[in-house]
Structure formats: C-alpha cells, structure tokens
T-cell receptor, first 115, second 112 residues
Framework: ETGVTQSPTHLIKTRGQQVTLRCSSQ?????VSWYQQALGQGPQFIFQ???????GRGNFPPRFSGLQFPNYSSELNVNALELDDSALYLC??????????????FGPGTRLTVT | SQQGEEDPQALSIQEGENATMNCSYK?????LQWYRQNSGRGLVHLIL?????REKHSGRLRVTLDTSKKSSSLLITASRAADTASYFC????????????FGTGTRLKVLA
C-alpha cells in the first residue's frame, strides 16, 4: 500500500456531464500528478501540481482541470464528458523538489465509464 | 503521445527464468523509472536510474541506461509467478516542468 487514496473507485457518467475525482496524497508529499490510462495502454500524463500550482501539462484539452489544496489533496475535474474519456484515472504523489524528478506513489485509480 | 516504447509488448516465460524488457525514448531525460502494474490497478515504483548512471540493481532487478542510444533495459532474474504484471518505463524530461512520459508497457506472464 502506498498511502495514496482515490475516490470514488468506480463511476458511471453520461456524455456531456461533469465529474470530479479526488486524491489524497501520501503524507509529506508536495507534488501530485494525474494520469489517464485507457485499456491496454500506458498512463498518459494529464498535469502535475507542485505546492498548489500547475507545474506541467500533457496534451489534454482545457476541459480537464485540477486543484491541489494546502493539505496536498487534489481534484481532477472533467467537463463535457465524452465517450473517449472512459478510462482508469490515476493520481500519483511524490516529494519533488525543484530540479529533480522523483519516484511516484500511485493510488489504486478511479474507473470512469462514460455512456 | 507516449515517448517510451517497450519491447517486447508481451513476454511469457517459465518460473525461474530471467525476463528482459527494453525501453526506448526520444528526448533528453533527467531520469528514467520502471513501474509494475497488476491487473489494471495502481502502479508500483520499482527503480529509478538517473541520466548520469549506467546501471543499477535492486534485489532481483537490474536496470541499465544508455543515453547515447536513448534506451534502457529491465532484467528480472529468477522470475516468480508473482512477477506476472505489466511493466512500464517512464521518463522525466529535462524541459524544466516535470512530465512523466510512460511507455506502452510489456505484459509479462510467468508460468508456474
């Protein structure tokens, strides 16, 4: 167990709806990253937050947005859901400092199904 | 898009044999990491190798890095049925902001 938790475990939404996924980082970690993993694929980097500021973003549209809170918990929000958004969403925390990329500790993921 | 490409895509071996999987990437990196994923669950960090390192060991794992060829390999020695999983390499770019770019993965099956 990594100490990173995610909620909910599973979620079913309808196309066009909005969804919020939550992540609680491992204690002492100041960086959180979110990934989308389609079936049979590797995780795709959505974005990263470091001390509540966005610190990097992958090739995802603006309808994917996030927040990191002072206690380093985090949210991923997706607006106007599309069928292709169906995937496993993973968050990962790390104790990064400027100039370094550190090992990440992943949560178990949220399985989102869009119908 | 995914920077890393693992090879082979799938590997099936007998328990006790060694398993080797390779990863290629495209741009300059700060470090390269290997992760394991069981059955679509969260990933588990295995080992990190920095761009100025050439080889690293951790238990039954051996990782090599060749920055001139932009490639890395993961060797699992004396494999066990419990090693059955998907293995991913992830590169951390040197672009200033941190992007972890994962490869497509190698699905390893260890037969008892």
């Amino acid at each position: 167990e990594t100490g990173v938790t995610q909620s909910p475990t599973h979620l079913i939404k309808t196309r066009g709806q909005q969804v919020t996924l939550r992540c609680s980082s491992q204690s002492g970690h100041n960086t959180v990253s979110w990934y989308q993993q389609a079936l049979g694929q590797g995780p795709q980097f959505i974005f990263q937050y470091y001390r509540e500021e966005e610190n990097g973003r992958g090739n995802f549209p603006p309808r994917f947005s996030g927040l990191q809170f002072p206690n380093y918990s985090s949210e991923l929000n997706v607006n106007a859901l599309e069928l292709d958004d169906s995937a496993l969403y993973l968050c990962a925390s790390s104790a990064a400092t400027a100039g370094q990329g550190y090992e990440q500790y992943f949560g178990p993921g949220t399985r989102l199904t869009v119908t | 898009s995914q920077q890393g490409e693992e090879d082979p895509q799938a590997l099936s071996i007998q328990e006790g044999e060694n398993a080797t999987m390779n990863c290629s990437y495209k741009t300059s990196i700060n470090n390269l990491q290997w992760y394991r994923q069981n059955s679509g669950r969260g990933l588990v960090h295995l080992i990190l190798i920095r761009s100025n390192e050439r080889e690293k060991h951790s238990g039954r794992l051996r990782v090599t890095l060749d920055t001139s060829k932009k490639s890395s390999s993961l060797l699992i020695t004396a494999s066990r049925a419990a090693d059955t999983a998907s293995y991913f390499c992830a590169t951390v770019s040197t672009s200033g902001t941190y992007k972890y770019i994962f490869g497509t993965g190698t699905r390893l099956k260890v037969l008892a």
